[in-house]
């Protein structure tokens, strides 16, 4: 029988490098897929909340304040209607008169 190693140094070498290289694809690998499982989760969570945010919106109106908008509203309309109809009969006396 010879004298020779059965695995030289630099083949254990070698094995332990490719051992080293599948092991950092695998995690590579591993990293992507949790990294993307997060971004799922955090979309569907997102998502979630959105939908929640829409359903809930802050009331910005109030009865009170519907009121005096129309009231204001009201007086602006109406002093508009006197305007006109006090020009109507200036140029209605203005026609029968000249």
Do not use: C, W
């Not at 929640?52 to 009121?67: P, Q």
């Amino acid at each position: 029988m010879p004298k020779e190693p059965l695995i030289t140094r630099s083949e254990l070498r070698r094995r332990k490098e490719e051992e080293e290289a599948a092991h950092e694809r695998n995690q590579k690998i591993i990293a992507k897929q949790s990294s993307k499982e997060l971004q799922q989760k955090e979309k569907q969570i997102d998502n979630h909340y959105r939908k929640i945010r829409k359903k809930n919106k802050d009331m910005t109106k109030t009865r009170a304040g519907e009121n005096q908008k129309s009231r204001d509203l009201n007086r602006f309309l109406m002093k508009g209607i006197v305007i006109v109809g006090l020009l109507l009969i200036v140029v209605g006396l203005a026609v029968f008169l000249l």
